[in-house]
């Protein structure tokens, strides 16, 4: 065959390739996380919350029901790739999940041991991050044997070696013999917090190139949400203003939180409240909770530090 032709088809079939791959592959972590009703916290402190929806250029937050913003009504939340870095963590709370996610939960992210197949599966995606450099080059040479004359592969050098190096990033996996070694078992994590690292333990569910993901973590975590019924009542804060504007806030999680509201810091236990004068005027309310969730971090702000021994 022509080495023209040849050069040509090569750079097609992969330019398809990598058009699949892109269209496809997720991030490995955050699967996890699908269909279940999430809080995505970034950087900047904004809280977003709703039921995960993942694609491979970024990820949908699907709300509970339509949002009034300002003039006009939102229904999701749309988080691209390129702003991942800007995530302090995705949090998914036990004690607000429903029976389907729970089951869902049970089977997708307890299921630890891996069976034999998903177990053959994770070897292989490991063995190609692993050998990343050696199957690049492998790639450059086999394009290289098949046309050598052709002036279009000289010329397009840089392309077929960048569709290489990207081929081999998306069907591998960020490998880290460490962190394979810990995956299912008790883990002390490290994470960054305004310039402090603070300690958590948790079982080490998953990694990847871009997250850590932790299972039964529990910490406080603070919300700044809307001073709006219907926003409060998603995070089980039942909201009733009385008589001269004053606003009764009903805790009826199962466990105590804390509300940082108008001047007032109160720890609130479940099924108590607290009271707040000119509710109506009140912009946002803080909500700390401290409670059992499964959490995915950065791996830039998150460290596993210490294993945790089995007794």
Avoid: Q
Wanted: with cysteine; charged share 30%; aromatic share 8%.
């Amino acid at each position: 065959m022509d080495p023209f032709v040849l050069t040509i088809i090569i750079i097609f079939a992969t330019g398809i390739t990598m058009s699949v791959l892109r269209t496809t592959v997720k991030d490995t972590c955050l699967k996890d996380f699908r269909k279940d009703c999430s809080i995505v916290l970034m950087k900047n402190g904004k809280p977003v919350f709703g039921k995960v929806e993942l694609k491979s250029s970024g990820l949908i937050l699907h709300y509970h029901e339509p949002y009034r913003s300002r003039d006009h009504y939102e229904s999701s939340f749309i988080i691209y790739k390129n702003e991942f870095a800007a995530i302090k963590n995705v949090i998914r709370i036990i004690s607000d999940l429903d029976e389907t996610e729970i089951k869902r939960r049970n089977i997708r992210s307890l299921l630890i041991k891996r069976s034999f197949f998903s177990g053959i599966r994770r070897s292989l995606r490991n063995v190609f991050a692993l050998l990343r450099d050696s199957l690049v080059d492998t790639f450059r040479l086999f394009v290289g044997r098949t046309s050598p004359k052709s002036s279009v592969l000289s010329s397009g050098g840089t392309y077929i070696n960048r569709v290489g190096e990207s081929f081999v990033d998306y069907v591998g996996n960020a490998y880290d013999p460490i962190l394979e070694k810990f995956i299912g078992r008790e883990i002390v994590v490290e994470i960054s917090e305004n310039g402090h690292w603070k300690e958590f333990t948790g079982i080490l569910r998953n990694y990847s190139k871009d997250f850590l993901e932790v299972l039964s973590i529990k910490m406080p975590v603070t919300l700044e949400l809307p001073a709006d019924k219907s926003v409060l009542k998603k995070f089980k804060i039942d909201v009733s203003v009385i008589k001269d504007d004053k606003g009764i806030l009903c805790n009826k999680r199962k466990n105590s939180l804390k509300i940082d509201i108008d001047g007032l810091s109160e720890i609130v236990e479940p099924n108590k409240s607290v009271e707040v004068e000119k509710f109506p005027d009140v912009k946002s309310v803080l909500l700390t909770i401290n409670e059992e969730m499964d959490a995915i971090f950065p791996r830039s702000d998150a460290i596993v530090r210490h294993n945790i021994p089995e007794i």
